[in-house]
């Protein structure tokens, strides 16, 4: 392997709380919170999320909605996002931050929000993943370089 | 003069199965449940229903979009099982039948949908305490969309339900 690929960018965790997470979504609360969609297209379906793992590359956004989860089974996750207004190229992974959920917070991607999968901290869970249907055509998706590792 | 006690239906609660749940919505698994909904977007809100454990009197639909359903997590405790109660969408209000009253129960890891026209009443716990959901429905569902019947006006009945074992 070569030094340029062992570089990363190290990103600290941090809770996930409404007020940190402002720039990048909402936490469900009880206000109700409108959520953007193509007219017609919001689908639901279960999500098996994957282990943590040590590196992050493809980093994704959709422009066509506000994606919602929902933790239903499991434990902790991890939430890796960037904010939407950096564009795809000269994406800056510096700009990246990771929010720790202990699982008994629902949440959402805004519309643009660059972000990955959730990730299960403990290797297993399953949330609701509400999300519009044509989302691949409204899809951006880019390799970051260098790539982010996520401090837990 | 009091009004006559309202006459029980008592109804059987099933698990509840995307099979058996069918003709009222979908319990929401690895496939795409759609969302349709035909009147503007859809709000999410966290929802703490009060602890209800009297017959149903008061069943209401919506016409505009279909309604989904997700226990609300809660770090370190179980999941909360919970009581569904539904009637079909082609049930009128002029003809309602109580006897067409289904209930399932989730085990409180299940996310589930109203079909668009599906009766239903607000899920509770079975342990009667509060619960507490994230509500994904039409912004004008509550408002303009809503049909609501009282049973006992209408047939003289209240529904009541046994648990499965």
């Not at chain 1, 953007?36 to 994704?60: K, M, S, W």
């Not at chain 2, 209800?52 to 997590?73: G, K, M």
């Not at chain 2, 289904?102 to 899920?123: C, E, K, M, S, Y």
Request: hydrophobic share 40%; proline share 9%.
């Amino acid at each position: 392997m070569s030094a340029l690929q062992d570089t990363v960018i190290r990103v600290k965790a941090e809770p996930l709380t409404a007020e940190a997470y402002a720039p990048f979504g909402i936490v469900v609360a009880a206000p109700r919170h409108r959520l953007q969609c193509e007219p017609g297209q919001y689908t639901a379906r279960l999500h098996q999320l994957e282990p943590v793992g040590d590196r992050f590359v493809r980093i994704n956004r959709h422009f066509d909605h506000e994606q919602l989860f929902v933790p239903l089974t499991g434990g902790p996750l991890l939430l890796v996002v960037a904010p939407k207004e950096l564009s795809g190229e000269g994406f800056d992974p510096g700009q990246v931050r990771a929010f720790v959920n202990d699982g008994s917070l629902a949440w959402t991607y805004g519309v643009g929000v660059w972000h990955f999968a959730p990730r299960a901290i403990d290797g297993q869970a399953a949330v609701l993943n509400v999300q519009g249907s044509r989302y691949l055509a409204h899809t951006e998706i880019i390799a970051m370089e260098p790539a982010v590792a996520v401090e837990l | 003069m009091s009004a006559p006690a309202p006459r029980l239906v008592t109804l059987k609660a099933e698990p509840l199965t995307p099979e058996a749940y069918a003709p009222f919505g979908s319990v929401v698994d690895l496939g795409r449940a759609q969302l349709h909904c035909n009147d503007g977007q859809y709000f999410v809100e966290m929802l703490t229903l009060p602890p209800r454990t009297e017959p149903v009197r008061r069943i209401n639909r919506h016409f505009d979009c279909v309604q989904l359903f997700a226990p609300h997590p809660q770090a370190g405790t179980r999941p909360k099982p919970m009581l569904i109660v539904v009637a079909p969408p082609w049930l009128s209000a002029e003809r309602f039948d109580p006897n067409q009253v289904r209930a399932f129960v989730a085990d409180g890891t299940q996310a589930f949908t109203f079909n668009i026209g599906t009766w239903h009443i607000g899920p509770r716990a079975l342990d009667g305490t509060p619960l507490t959901l994230v509500n994904v429905q039409g912004e004008r569902s509550n408002e303009e969309h809503t049909e609501e019947i009282d049973l006992v006006e209408l047939t003289g009945s209240a529904v009541e339900f046994e648990l499965p074992a």
